[in-house]
């Protein structure tokens, strides 16, 4: 699998827009990028994947830079309840497999 | 919105006890997965699931390990014989399609606590 590499933690004002990093250096052609959350020790939760185009939803937008080596979550209008840590990961877009490898992520406070 | 669900939400129990945890997948998924998470570590993934039978397992998910879905609705992971590494958060996913071309919705986890 390709490695990312993320910031162990970022700090955020409320209501500023929150600009989550991740480097996927070694990121092929058919891999995508997905985003997923962990707040506090609750479950994971899917934020969004894209695979070359910014991708935007109702959480988030993802921008992918276009050598596809690094990508930027951005949270919007960040609010106490994005505190979480923040997961960016590489999978092939095929029937290889079909698990998700965690990182460290980033733990994304967000300060009133 | 539909949801994951497991059961129990912390369950203690004595090295060398049978444990076993359940998950109640969303209805329309065909795919389902074991995650667990040590306190304080990465989340890590166990096995996979679908059409009946294992697709994946990790180095963690040994023979002391198994899972099942008894009934059609539920999806359980047994620990034979647990150790006190297996301490851990446990998280049941369930994706409608494969990990690499869809979302995992992930349960709200199981603590499991060895004495």
């Known amino acids: 699998d390709a490695k990312t590499t993320q910031p162990p933690s970022m700090d955020c004002a409320e209501g500023r827009a929150a600009n989550l990093p991740c480097n996927h250096s070694t990121i092929s052609g058919n891999e995508y990028v997905y985003w997923y959350r962990q707040i506090h020790s609750q479950g994971p939760q899917y934020i969004i994947h894209g695979l070359k185009n910014n991708e935007t939803n109702e959480m988030a937008s993802l921008i992918i830079t276009e050598d596809r080596k690094s990508s930027t979550l951005i949270l919007p209008h960040a609010t106490l309840r994005d505190t979480a840590v923040y997961y960016c990961i590489v999978r092939p877009y095929n029937n290889a497999g079909n698990m998700l490898t965690f990182g460290g992520g980033t733990r994304l406070m967000v300060k009133p | 919105e539909p949801e994951v669900t497991q059961t129990p939400s912390h369950q203690v129990t004595q090295m060398g006890q049978e444990v076993i945890l359940r998950c109640v997948p969303i209805?329309?998924?065909?795919?389902f997965y074991w995650y667990r998470q040590i306190l304080g570590q990465k989340v890590e993934f166990l096995v996979s699931f679908y059409n009946n039978e294992i697709s994946e397992k990790s180095e963690i998910f040994d023979d002391q390990f198994s899972v099942e879905r008894p009934d059609g609705s539920n999806f359980t992971l047994k620990i034979r014989s647990t150790k006190l590494e297996d301490s851990a958060m446990y998280f049941c996913?369930?994706?409608?399609?494969?990990?690499?071309?869809?979302?995992?919705?992930f349960g709200e986890g199981s603590r499991l606590t060895v004495l």
């Open positions: 996913a369930s994706s409608e399609r494969q990990a690499n071309t869809g979302e995992l919705f």
């Open positions: 209805s329309n998924h065909l795919y």
